[in-house]
């Protein structure tokens, strides 16, 4: 059974710093390329971040500099690391995994999601 399970979601302030956190089973994770995706109330999900096999990263223009995404092959986890949050940051927050060459591509796997809360 394939599982994608999001952690670390909450209620910050603006300004402050939160650490998601997605443990993956059921297949083979390091030939996956790993992504988080974001829904705000009454939008599209949206990209925020994702990085390869290989480690290679890229970023949605709204987070770059403040999010930074990470993965441990051994622990079959990738984090999401956010500072400086802002409200606009405030979604449900959803793991993917990829086995296709472009994140245009709907990911193979999706996680349920984890609430992060921006408050200002």
């Known amino acids: 059974q394939v599982l994608l399970v999001e952690s670390g979601g909450g209620l910050v302030q603006a300004g402050g710093s939160l650490t998601l956190s997605c443990a993956a089973s059921g297949f083979t994770f390091s030939s996956y390329a790993m992504g988080w995706f974001r829904q705000a109330p009454g939008k599209e999900r949206e990209f925020v971040a994702a990085?390869?096999?290989?480690?290679?990263?890229n970023y949605a223009d709204s987070v770059k500099g403040r999010f930074t995404i990470s993965r441990d092959n051994a622990k079959n986890t990738i984090y999401l690391q956010m500072n400086s949050l802002k409200p606009e940051d405030t979604a449900v927050y959803y793991c993917?995994?990829?086995?296709?060459?472009?994140?245009?591509?709907?990911?193979?796997?999706w996680g349920q999601g984890t609430q992060v809360t921006v408050s200002s």
């Open positions: 990085i390869s096999w290989s480690g290679n990263t």
């Open positions: 993917a995994a990829s086995n296709r060459y472009v994140w245009s591509i709907p990911p193979r796997y």
